[in-house]
């Protein structure tokens, strides 16, 4: 197989205003998983950059540790914790939670749910469960979960706290959530075939499940947090089409071929403008729980200024959130309590 993918050499059309309009982050701690590189490292970039105390969640890697190094010497003044999380074990991310609780005496302020994973494998995590579905939704269910206490500590103290999801235009890959993805048939939903458009195969479906369960997490999280009077946030981003190395993974992994990446990736935008959306689910003191902030709503939404819109009606509705909670829960073997 050709591995000879060359990123596209695009240029900030947003970021860099968007960068000067962020205001002081001092005496607030967020943890983003993901950050080795694309939209999780220039969200962590940015955020230290501002003032925060941050906490990088990844698994144990020397890409972890370099991109920790980097970010260090870029914010000589900042906060950085590295904690290993490994997404693919449920084991490791309760490890992982208890080790943020005790990073944050006052409370967790953010947590940004970033890290995935794209058209990989039909295999399953040690856990059982799809590779996919365990790194980009169930782990971070489980992490929201375990870290509730310290981000109900910070709202109490602060005002405010927030969950942040993140989804994808892939959302729409699937016209619903489908039980048997969120449960343990890792290696039996579909096998590998690859292609992307019109009629999606196995690789893609699954993925399009995983965008479409983190959307619904937070449709389902706002709900509740709201009915219980929490001063706790839950949004949802989307990247657009963002140049990341989430395309290179997935070529060597065997779901993208390299002629058709390059081509598609000329027509998508800078891993700095494709964050902008998390980080101001972050940081943006105007956003109410419950919405969504992208480079523009619906399936089209490739690049461009970003929008806050509500969330949509295909998952935020109540058959879809309760399978989306009761399969999860089902799922990391405890139920999880607003």
Sequence with gaps: MNLSYKKPDLKNVYYDEFLESIQSLNNLTIAITGTTSGTGYVAAQTVASKGARVILLNRKSKRASK??????????????????????????????????????????????NNAGVMALKDIATSDGFDVQMQTNHLSHFLLTKELMSSLKKAADNNGESRVVNHSSISRFGVKSLEAQYLEKKGGSLGGNGRR??????????????TKLANAAFTASLSEKLNNSNSNIKALVAHPGLSVTDLQHTTIIDGGMGTWMTSQMMKSGQ?????????????????????????????????????????????????????????????????????
Aim: a negative charge; proline letters at 5%; aromatic letters at 10%.
């Design 270 to 338: 800078t891993k700095e403008d494709g964050a902008i959306g998390i980080i101001k689910c972050m940081t943006d003191p105007t956003l109410d729980s419950g919405k969504f902030v992208g480079p523009g709503a619906g399936k089209m939404a490739m690049k461009g200024p970003v929008i806050s819109f509500d969330l949509e009606p295909f998952y935020d509705n109540h058959y879809t959130k309760d399978l989306l909670w009761t399969k999860s829960c089902e799922a990391i073997g405890e139920d999880f309590i607003i």
């Design 196 to 209: 992307m458009m019109f009629f999606p195969q196995a690789r893609w479906k699954r993925y399009s499940q």
């Design 67 to 112: 991109s920790y190094n980097e970010l260090k010497k870029n914010n000589p003044e900042a906060e950085l914790f590295l904690v290993e999380c490994d997404l693919q074990s449920f084991e490791s991310v309760r490890k992982a939670a208890k080790e943020v609780i005790k990073l944050c005496p006052k409370g967790l302020d953010a947590l940004c």
